[in-house]
């Protein structure tokens, strides 16, 4: 097959007649995937909301598959994984760290069952990362997950590397940039570097209020660019699929959410600004729309706060990431130890494959990271556990100080789940996942937080929204008014 010849497959494959600019991107990247065997490169690809990149991914990805060509669906998060899967149109998906790392029993104390690099052996492989400008080039493990991305691909035999992202969203925590979608720092870990960017709305998506607003806030972003003074205030606007709520009326209208939606609560989500205002946001929707009254129950939705690794596989898990949704199928027994409290919980993981069913598995939780309006554990509450497993008198007390070091590292109360509930969260906890009802919470919106990372963080929010986007109590200049 010729670059030509998958080009044009790619183009027949397409819903929609293609523009332009999705035409030239399209033949740059079949012309990508076909080059020979050679130089180590990478096709950068920064697509905005609505212009078509989820469409054009998946349509490479079934091409590329129906001639023989192997396919590596690659993304940051569990969720993102499953998102890239679906619009794949089944094609597997897996997570970054689950791909490129292999277990190792032996790793550090306190790193959860740190991991070890995997070996590539793929060959002719061509490897696509959605939701790139995700990615960190620091895990806050120590790891350099941009980097170890790109050895663990280019030790395979004539591999390639695509990454799709858009520079407009959020960069990873503590960056102001994506390094993935930066051709410097691409560069710089010896890759040449092909870009390509579509920023024009695709046609079957002009009429969607939710793109309509995007495409001002990154219109205005990119015009910043350019310009020394401040950006103006953000301007959104009301639609059919853009509905101003006042405070007082969101209960009623989560509550018909939930109960409209196929999934439930698993169909939407409320987005805000701080994990002080998703703790509050998270304990009014269990009291006042879901009326739950113990801490923990069956049905509950929790986020995953802090990397997992599992020091064993269990039921074909060997980790679970920062960001991964699970939903609490049983709830076994709570108690409290060592200065926290825990529960035994069994827990359902979504697939990260469009039709594959959820993995359930029972494991221990921390129940005082629940309702938290801090982002983790406080260092104190680590410390009460650690010297109270470590203690002469405690479980490992006849034990010489290496052993119970080691033995650590199996702990089932060291090594719990780190959870929230998952209701309501910040803005990068969002980040690469979509629902149909997307709850963006600006209230309180300070002065100061006026600017471009306001902007991103619009931006960012408004495009996790399929079907319909909830403005909760806008500022009226927000709202142009």
Known sequence: MTDCELAANVLLELPYHANEQQVAVVSAMARFCMLPPGEERVFVLNGYAGTGKTSLTGALVRVLEANKRPV????????????????????????????????????????????????????????IVDEASMIGADDGRGDNLLEDLVTY????????????????QLPPVGADRSPAMNSDVLRSLGLKVTRATLTETARQAADSGILLNATRLRKVMAAARHTDGPLPTPRLAATPDVVVVDGED?????????????????????????????????AAIRTNVLYRED???????????RNHY??????GLDFVA???????????????????????????????TAD??????????????????????????????YYGLMDDLGPYGDLPPEIRRRRLRYDPYWTALHVKYAYAVTCHKAQGGQWHNVFVDLSYIPDDALG????????????????????????????GK
């Not at 990454?163 to 407009?168: H, N, R, V, Y």
């Not at 801490?295 to 706060?305: K, P, V």
């Not at 494991?363 to 556990?385: C, F, H, R, Y």
């Open 72 to 127: 590596v669906l690659l993304a940051p998060t569990g969720r993102a994984a499953k998102v890239s899967s679906i619009n794949a149109r089944g094609h597997a998906a897996s997570t970054i760290h689950r791909k490129i790392y292999r277990h190792n029993p032996d790793g550090a104390l306190g790193d959860f069952g740190a991991h070890l690099p995997a070996d590539n052996h793929h060959r002719n492989t061509v490897f």
């Open 153 to 168: 691909v280019f030790a395979g035999d004539n591999c390639k590397l695509i990454l799709i992202g858009d520079t407009a």
């Open 250 to 282: 969101l209960p009623e209208i989560l509550t018909t959410a939930y109960d409209s939606a196929e999934n439930g609560p698993a169909d939407s989500i409320l987005i805000t600004r701080s994990n002080r205002r998703a703790a509050e946001f998270n």
């Open 295 to 305: 801490e923990i129950t069956r049905g509950d939705m929790l986020i995953i706060s």
């Open 310 to 315: 599992f020091t064993k596989k269990t039921n």
């Open 322 to 352: 920062n960001g991964d949704i699970v939903t609490v199928e049983k709830v076994y027994g709570t108690e409290a130890k060592y200065g926290l409290r825990f529960a035994d919980v069994s827990l359902s993981l979504p697939s990260a």
């Open 356 to 385: 594959g069913e959820p993995v359930v598995f029972d494991m221990k939780i921390v129940l005082d990271t629940l309702g938290s309006p801090e982002a983790s554990l406080p260092q104190e509450k680590w410390n009460m556990l």
């Open 452 to 479: 471009l990372s306001l902007y991103r963080w619009l931006y960012t929010a408004v495009t996790r929204a399929r079907t319909t986007l909830y403005l909760i109590a806008p500022p009226e200049a927000l709202l």
